[in-house]
């Protein structure tokens, strides 16, 4: 059995040389042997390859090392080799080789001293092989990743710098020579506890790549995206700087956000026509959009500034703040930054201490002194020339009010000089409007037993009156005559019309003394001869009465129609009727020579009738037909009503206030005659020129 044992012994260590050689030959490793005493060197056949060598030249000592070695390398290669040998230590360099030809090679070399019995050196045993081709790969990646415009630097396990391209030692402010070998939280102090380090060590955590986007502060002072991703040494990181993306974006958010306050203090302005109180809001808006608190100022009618609204951005502020702006303008001296933008026409910045210092002790210097603004603005509100108030901001630092700040503050504040310009200029057309309109819709007259209501709704606010009219009066008979009319239009041109028309008809019906269609044909004729460029509808009714009509108590209402809505008829009994088919005659100003009708009605005493324009019946949602069945259903539920109320509630529930058009009423209710002259009707009131009691011509 003994033989046997040593056999297989002997067997499995050739296996192993065997198996070792060839694995050294796969890799193509040569070995040496470098005998320290006799100063003998081995190198087997692939290592005498390498160096340029055969058999013959090679001449198995260090020398012949050496002498293959580049000049710029042998210092620290001996020096290597030496640190082994004295310390019976490692030996490990990578080097290069020069080829008798004069290519260069690069050779990686790993070794070991031997101790001899005496415990020194004995020998160097070890091996090398080209790694020419490695180095020129990593070169390659080296190369391509300094001419990367990203920053790239990889960690080892312990946070050590191992690589940095040149962008990175861009980025990072330092060079390679100051951060390989050295720890990333010990370069960077302001990276520990930082977004860096969290996103970091999540990655080796995790083993899963991240990316985010920081602020990395001075003396690096910038925002960076970073993408970092795990690798068996440690850590690689991607970074780009994005300062200036991202200072274009807050830019943009900054404009978007100017534009958005600009659309929304223009919107609050024109939503309303109290642009005082939308005025006195305004602080609420640009409050801290531009500014840590604001106060708006204006003008009064009488020339005296006076605060109308502030707001602060700290709540637990704005009653000091309100308080300041009850007395501050009392206590303010002329010459303070106040004063002198009212009167510059210009915005006028200062400091908080200025004011300060401008205002007598008391109440308004104290609060101010609360307030403590660092750095204060006062822009002028103006408008076609004129400055209306003031726009007062204020700031918690010295340079919190930028350029564009100011601007956009200064358009806040001419947006609403130009509000409160047009408020004053709206103020008195609407109030030469009103004027208008009394002088053209007059009172009704209040003949015999009958009661006259009128009423005028305009669709256009600003105009206050539009192409309808309604018209009450006499004639030398003592009829009373009621007209309702519509001039094509809803503007002041279609009043100015109007009122042409109106006193045209009121002329020919009050000299004349002719029934309703002589008068419209007259109308017509006279438009076209004064050549009157305009279209009109009208209905003109007159009420007549002989004496055996009184004693029967009931009144004939002769009427006639030029294009207008038929007459409705509340007969005491609470029915209502429509006088006649309401397809009427051709409208005023198309042809003066149309042939024109009349109708007759003869209704009791105690009936109302009621003319009206289209602005109480018509909608964009419903029909013409619709509404006036509407129209006569509340006309019947409204009977019982006084005729002022009624009129005043047809209105209320045909338009709610805001017609689409203009809506003009005109009513008449026949009180009975046997009965004394009830009080809604008012006293009776006839010219001198006219008989009390109304006679047929």
Same mark, same amino acid.
């Given at each position: 059995m003994?033989?046997?044992?040593v056999?297989?012994?002997?067997?499995?260590?050739e296996g192993?040389?065997?198996?070792a050689?060839?694995?050294?030959?796969?890799?193509?490793?040569?070995?040496?042997d470098?005998?320290l005493?006799?100063?003998?060197?081995?190198?087997?056949?692939?290592?005498?390859?390498m160096?340029?060598?055969?058999?013959s030249?090679?001449e198995?000592?260090?020398?012949?090392f050496n002498?293959?070695?580049?000049?710029?390398?042998?210092?620290w290669?001996?020096?290597?080799l030496?640190?082994?040998?004295?310390?019976?230590?490692?030996?490990?360099?990578?080097?290069?080789?020069?080829?008798?030809?004069?290519?260069?090679?690069w050779?990686?070399?790993?070794g070991?001293?031997v101790?001899?019995?005496?415990?020194?050196?004995?020998?160097?045993?070890?091996?090398a092989y080209?790694?020419?081709?490695?180095?020129?790969?990593?070169t390659?990646?080296?190369?391509?990743l300094?001419?990367?415009?990203?920053?790239?630097?990889?960690?080892?396990?312990?946070?050590?710098?191992?690589?940095?391209?040149?962008?990175?030692e861009?980025?990072?402010?330092?060079?390679?020579?100051?951060?390989?070998?050295?720890?990333?939280?010990?370069?960077?102090?302001?990276?520990?506890?930082?977004?860096?380090?969290?996103?970091?060590?999540?990655?080796?955590?995790?083993?899963?790549?991240v990316?985010?986007?920081?602020?990395?502060?001075?003396?690096?002072d910038?925002?960076?995206?970073?993408?970092?991703?795990?690798t068996?040494?440690?850590?690689?990181v991607y970074?780009?700087?994005?300062?200036?993306?991202?200072?274009a974006?807050?830019?943009?958010?900054?404009?978007a956000r100017?534009?958005?306050?600009?659309?929304?203090v223009?919107?609050?302005?024109?939503?309303?026509?109290?642009?005082?109180?939308?005025?006195?809001?305004?602080?609420?808006l640009?409050?801290?959009?531009?500014?840590?608190?604001?106060?708006?100022?204006?003008?009064?009618?009488?020339?005296?500034?006076r605060?109308?609204?502030?707001?602060?951005?700290?709540?637990a502020?704005?009653?000091?703040?309100?308080?300041?702006t009850?007395?501050?303008?009392?206590?303010?001296?002329?010459?303070?930054?106040?004063?002198?933008?009212?009167?510059?026409d210009?915005?006028v910045?200062?400091?908080?201490?200025?004011?300060?210092?401008?205002?007598?002790p008391?109440?308004?210097?104290?609060?101010?002194?609360?307030?403590a603004?660092?750095?204060?603005?006062?822009?002028?509100l103006?408008a076609?020339?004129?400055?209306?108030?003031?726009?007062?901001?204020?700031?918690?630092?010295?340079?919190?009010a930028?350029?564009?700040?100011?601007?956009?503050?200064?358009?806040?504040?001419?947006?609403?000089?130009?509000?409160?310009?047009?408020?004053?200029?709206?103020?008195?057309?609407?109030?030469?409007?009103?004027?208008?309109q009394?002088?053209?819709?007059?009172? =009704? #007259?209040?003949?015999? /037993?009958?009661?006259i209501? &009128?009423?005028? $709704?305009?669709?256009a606010? !600003?105009?206050?009156?539009g %192409?309808?009219?309604?018209?009450?009066?006499?004639?030398?008979?003592?009829?009373?005559?009621?007209?309702?009319?519509?001039?094509v239009?809803?503007?002041?041109?279609?009043?100015?019309?109007?009122?042409q028309?109106?006193?045209?008809?009121?002329?020919?019906?009050?000299?004349?003394?002719?029934?309703?269609?002589?008068?419209?044909?007259?109308?017509?004729?006279?438009m076209?001869?004064?050549?009157?460029?305009?279209?009109?509808?009208?209905?003109?009714?007159?009420?007549e009465?002989?004496?055996?009509?009184?004693?029967?108590?009931?009144?004939?209402?002769v009427?006639?129609?030029?294009?207008?809505? =038929? #007459?409705?008829?509340? /007969?005491?009994?609470?029915? &209502?009727?429509? $006088?006649?088919?309401?397809? !009427?005659?051709?409208?005023? %100003?198309?042809?003066?020579?149309?042939?024109?009708?009349?109708?007759?009605?003869?209704?009791?005493?105690?009936?109302?009738?009621?003319?009206?324009?289209?602005?109480l019946?018509?909608?964009r949602?419903?029909d013409?037909?619709?509404?006036?069945?509407?129209l006569?259903?509340?006309?019947?539920?409204?009977?019982?009503?006084?005729?002022?109320?009624?009129?005043d509630?047809?209105?209320?529930?045909?338009?709610?206030?805001?017609?689409?058009?203009?809506?003009?009423?005109?009513?008449?209710?026949?009180?009975?005659?046997?009965r004394?002259?009830?009080?809604?009707?008012?006293?009776?009131?006839?010219?001198?020129?006219?008989?009390?009691?109304?006679?047929?011509?």
């Amino acid at each position: 059995m003994e033989p046997t044992h040593v056999g297989t012994l002997e067997d499995d260590l050739e296996g192993d040389r065997l198996r070792a050689q060839l694995a050294i030959d796969a890799a193509r490793i040569g070995t040496f042997d470098w005998d320290l005493r006799s100063g003998r060197l081995v190198w087997d056949a692939r290592l005498i390859e390498m160096f340029g060598y055969d058999r013959s030249t090679f001449e198995q000592s260090i020398g012949a090392f050496n002498a293959r070695l580049h000049p710029d390398d042998l210092p620290w290669v001996t020096e290597a080799l030496q640190a082994a040998v004295d310390s019976c230590g490692e030996y490990e360099a990578e080097y290069r080789v020069v080829l008798p030809g004069g290519e260069t090679r690069w050779v990686s070399a790993r070794g070991r001293a031997v101790a001899g019995a005496d415990g020194a050196a004995a020998r160097v045993i070890g091996v090398a092989y080209d790694v020419t081709a490695e180095l020129a790969a990593e070169t390659r990646v080296v190369r391509l990743l300094d001419a990367m415009p990203a920053g790239f630097y990889s960690l080892d396990a312990d946070w050590r710098f191992v690589h940095l391209n040149a962008e990175a030692e861009r980025l990072l402010g330092r060079s390679r020579e100051d951060l390989l070998g050295h720890v990333l939280w010990d370069a960077f102090p302001a990276a520990p506890g930082s977004v860096f380090e969290e996103q970091y060590r999540e990655a080796v955590a995790t083993g899963r790549p991240v990316a985010f986007e920081a602020y990395y502060p001075a003396p690096l002072d910038g925002w960076y995206e970073v993408r970092a991703w795990p690798t068996p040494d440690g850590l690689s990181v991607y970074a780009i700087e994005v300062t200036a993306r991202r200072q274009a974006q807050e830019l943009a958010d900054r404009s978007a956000r100017r534009l958005a306050l600009l659309a929304q203090v223009s919107a609050e302005l024109a939503g309303t026509l109290d642009v005082q109180s939308a005025t006195a809001r305004l602080p609420r808006l640009v409050v801290p959009a531009l500014a840590d608190w604001c106060i708006v100022t204006v003008i009064d009618d009488d020339g005296q500034p006076r605060d109308v609204g502030s707001w602060h951005v700290d709540p637990a502020s704005r009653s000091v703040l309100e308080r300041y702006t009850e007395v501050r303008l009392d206590a303010m001296p002329i010459a303070a930054p106040v004063g002198r933008a009212l009167h510059s026409d210009e915005a006028v910045g200062f400091a908080g201490d200025e004011v300060l210092d401008l205002l007598p002790p008391g109440q308004a210097r104290d609060l101010l002194a609360v307030l403590a603004p660092r750095a204060e603005v006062a822009l002028p509100l103006r408008a076609r020339g004129r400055t209306l108030g003031l726009l007062t901001l204020a700031y918690a630092d010295d340079h919190a009010a930028t350029d564009a700040d100011v601007a956009v503050a200064q358009d806040v504040a001419d947006r609403a000089g130009l509000a409160l310009d047009n408020a004053r200029l709206f103020g008195q057309q609407q109030q030469m409007a009103e004027v208008l309109q009394r002088s053209l819709l007059t009172d =009704p #007259p209040e003949p015999d /037993h009958a009661e006259i209501a &009128v009423r005028y $709704l305009p669709a256009a606010e !600003a105009a206050r009156v539009g %192409g309808d009219w309604y018209d009450a009066f006499l004639q030398p008979s003592g009829s009373t005559m009621l007209v309702i009319g519509d001039v094509v239009g809803h503007d002041t041109a279609a009043a100015a019309a109007m009122g042409q028309v109106r006193s045209l008809l009121r002329g020919i019906a009050a000299y004349s003394d002719a029934g309703p269609v002589e008068v419209l044909r007259g109308l017509d004729s006279a438009m076209a001869v004064l050549q009157l460029d305009t279209l009109a509808t009208a209905a003109v009714a007159r009420f007549e009465q002989t004496d055996d009509e009184r004693e029967r108590g009931v009144t004939r209402m002769v009427w006639a129609n030029a294009g207008h809505l =038929p #007459p409705l008829a509340l /007969h005491p009994d609470g029915s &209502v009727a429509v $006088l006649a088919d309401w397809k !009427a005659d051709l409208l005023l %100003g198309v042809d003066s020579t149309v042939e024109r009708t009349e109708s007759v009605v003869t209704l009791d005493r105690g009936s109302t009738v009621l003319l009206y324009t289209d602005g109480l019946v018509e909608r964009r949602d419903a029909d013409l037909d619709t509404g006036l069945l509407r129209l006569r259903a509340h006309l019947a539920e409204l009977a019982d009503l006084p005729l002022a109320e009624l009129l005043d509630e047809l209105i209320a529930r045909l338009v709610d206030g805001a017609p689409d058009d203009d809506v003009a009423l005109v009513a008449v209710r026949l009180h009975r005659q046997d009965r004394p002259r009830p009080v809604e009707a008012g006293p009776n009131r006839v010219p001198d020129v006219v008989p009390d009691d109304p006679a047929t011509p």
